[in-house]
């Protein structure tokens, strides 16, 4: 069966058929899945199990591997292969961690709106994200159009926003929840980048609102003017218009451009078990001549 995609919305989130990610991919598969992501930004396979191992095959096929927040970090990890980020909510044996436990600083992190790793240069491209075990109520996944949500600003916003960076920080969206307990050497292995609040994406051609909770300051203004701007930004980014829910079921695989979307979880019982697995590529920053 040749490869189809079904459009969700006119122009985001589109779910694929006919393809096993299991297995390589001919590269006239790879180039109509990267010309699907620059036109849908965020693509769902349905009943795609896979092991890690093939995971990150799969996602090698659209660029260097970036590893988030495993840089500089000595944690102990439960999956053997280092290019895949576990975001299951249990410890190195597998049981459903207390909810009180430091690990789910991370995982309930991922419940604000963000562009994973946009606190990294290079930051992230694609997300790969394989649901395994998902609680039978809430843990949905959703997504924001950040195209859609640019084109929908005033004249007045856009030209305010032009040239203006945005400081991105990895620990910002930690702190906010009371600190994840990250040690100096992780602290250090990811200081601050500077980001462009509107970039265009070299693929469809489009700007793009490029904000989130990594974002914590404005180059060159007072820090409660920048943070009010950023978190206007991010309401506006994120009307239900410009939204995709996602409902899991088990092997599940989504895909997303974190150039162009943001995504968060929704909240769960966190006595449940959640347990999905992430890999991620770099922006493959282009030459300036
Ligand atoms: C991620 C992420 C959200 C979720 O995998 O990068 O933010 O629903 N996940 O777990
Ligand atoms: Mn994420």
Known sequence: MPMKIEPLN??????????????PLSDQLVSAI?????QYAVLVFRNQPMTD????????????????????????????NPDVIDLANVDLEGNVLPASNIR????????????????KNPPAKYSILCGMELPAQGGQTEFADQRAAYDALSDDMKTRLQGLVAEHWAYHSR??????????????????VQWPIVHTIPESGRNSLFVGIHTREIEGMGTAEARMLLHDLLEHATQRQFVYRHEWQANDVLM???????????????????????CTTEVVMQNVV
């Open 10 to 23: 006119t122009d985001f989130a589109a779910r694929v058929a006919g393809i096993d990610l299991s297995q």
């Open 34 to 38: 990267e010309q699907a992501m620059a």
């Open 53 to 80: 191992d093939q995971h990150a095959a799969f996602t090698r096929h659209f660029g260097p591997i970036d590893k988030g927040l495993l840089v500089g970090s000595k944690r102990k990890r439960r999956l053997s």
């Open 104 to 119: 789910n600083v991370s995982l309930i992190a991922n419940q604000f709106w963000h562009s994973d790793s946009s606190f």
């Open 175 to 192: 702190n906010m929840l009371g600190g994840g307990g990250q040690s100096p050497e992780e602290m250090d292995a990811l200081p601050a």
């Open 256 to 278: 997303w451009d974190n150039q162009c979307t943001l995504h968060r979880g929704r909240a769960y019982d966190l006595s449940q078990l959640r347990e999905l697995r992430r």
